[in-house]
């Protein structure tokens, strides 16, 4: 209930005067596969859509959460995810290790094959004789600050922008998101993965 009020708290605050605007900020899985993470930011919020890890990288497995644009963690409004696939998910208990305490949005599926994507990618991680990059205690703040949104249900993520999910029919509770910002001179979807048959 606190969680809630909080973030409705942030969502409802009153909004910056200015023009809306967005612009997709590219912090991986571009020209790559795995580490998918986008940034939304419009002149009231930024919003991380997706936050992967590349498997096959020992060098390079996160996101680049130190680019300015995301500094400090806790000026990020919210997160959203597509799907629970660890290309897709599987850094996101790394920003409640680093500060991070805000809303997650996802469908319900997602938020619990997420969870357990994540407590195996700490189990393989210790089989390989490697550090994980973040703890259970982690995923289980990640899972408390998951925000479950049905498909086709509009809900707000921040003042300025509202978020869609519909069926991107690539795993059980993927989605494609549809952000509409301010009154609705800017939309972006951001797929994730879709399946088009």
């Given at each position: ?8 708290h ?8 200015g ?12 020209r790559?596969?795995g580490?998918?993470?986008?940034l ?7 919003v991380?859509?997706?936050?992967g890890v ?12 130190n ?11 919210a ?6 696939h ?13 500060g991070?305490?805000?809303?997650v ?6 938020r619990?094959l997420a969870?357990l994507?994540?407590t ?9 004789g ?6 259970m ?5 990640a899972?408390?600050n998951?925000v479950?949104?049905n498909w ?12 869609t ?9 993927s ?18 993965d879709?399946?088009?048959?």
């Amino acid at each position: 209930k606190n969680l809630l009020n909080r973030f409705g708290h942030s969502i409802y605050r009153a909004p910056l005067p200015g023009k809306a605007w967005g612009r997709l900020t590219a912090l991986g899985s571009y020209r790559e596969v795995g580490r998918a993470c986008h940034l939304l930011t419009t002149n009231e919020s930024k919003v991380l859509i997706d936050v992967g890890v590349n498997i096959a990288s020992d060098t390079e497995p996160m996101p680049y959460f130190n680019a300015p644009e995301v500094l400090p963690l806790d000026s990020i409004d919210a997160v959203v995810l597509t799907h629970a696939h660890l290309d897709h998910a599987g850094m996101l208990p790394v920003l409640f290790k680093y500060g991070y305490d805000g809303p997650v949005f996802s469908t319900p599926p997602t938020r619990d094959l997420a969870a357990l994507l994540q407590t195996d990618y700490i189990k393989v991680a210790g089989y390989e004789g490697k550090a994980p990059p973040y703890s259970m205690e982690h995923v289980r703040k990640a899972v408390l600050n998951t925000v479950a949104v049905n498909w086709n249900s509009t809900t707000d993520v921040a003042p300025d922008l509202k978020l869609t999910f519909h069926n991107a029919g690539h795993i059980l509770g993927s989605s494609s998101c549809h952000f509409h910002i301010g009154d609705g001179a800017h939309n972006i979807v951001i797929s994730g993965d879709t399946k088009y048959e």
